[in-house]
């Protein structure tokens, strides 16, 4: 079966960047917009469309980010308040992002494994050196989004 076309107008709501939508009355909303031509879509895990919206606002300065630097302090940001949660090893990072309810979801096999590949060669980029969570900086961010551009 084909998608299903969204009943009204109601269930899509337009943002500066991307839209929040439903595709069935009382159901979950979802975020879609895009990056660099290609069309991403995250579920908000909410039907609440105040709370839909308010996490759809949430991630508009990531998406929104023109360079290196926005984007490195989005992920300060987040890592300190991943700090203030508890300390983890490196080796665990894929199993915590595989199981959070918030992490981004894959829409295809192919992109998952492309997923789990770009963090393992994270990983491997840090060194050995590079045991906790904790450890990561902004630097590091930086340097591995520039050997990313050049390969």
Not at 46 to 65: D, F, G, H
């Amino acid at each position: 079966m084909g998608r299903r076309k969204m009943d009204s107008e109601l269930h899509r709501i337009k943002l500066e960047t991307g839209t929040v939508y439903q595709t069935s009355q009382g159901g979950n909303y979802y975020f879609r917009y895009q990056i660099n031509g290609e069309r991403k879509c995250v579920s908000l895990k909410t039907s609440n469309q105040e709370e839909a919206l308010r996490k759809a606002r949430e991630l508009l300065p990531t998406i929104q980010a023109t360079n290196l630097e926005v984007i490195a302090t989005h992920v300060k940001v987040a890592r300190k308040l991943a700090a203030q949660t508890r300390a983890r090893p490196v080796s665990k990072i894929w199993e915590v992002y595989a199981s959070h309810p918030d992490r981004a979801l894959p829409a295809t096999v192919r992109e998952q494994l492309s997923y789990e590949a770009t963090q393992e060669e994270f990983l491997r980029f840090l060194g050995s050196g590079i045991t906790m969570f904790s450890q990561i900086t902004e630097a590091h961010v930086i340097k591995f989004a520039e050997h990313l551009r050049h390969m």
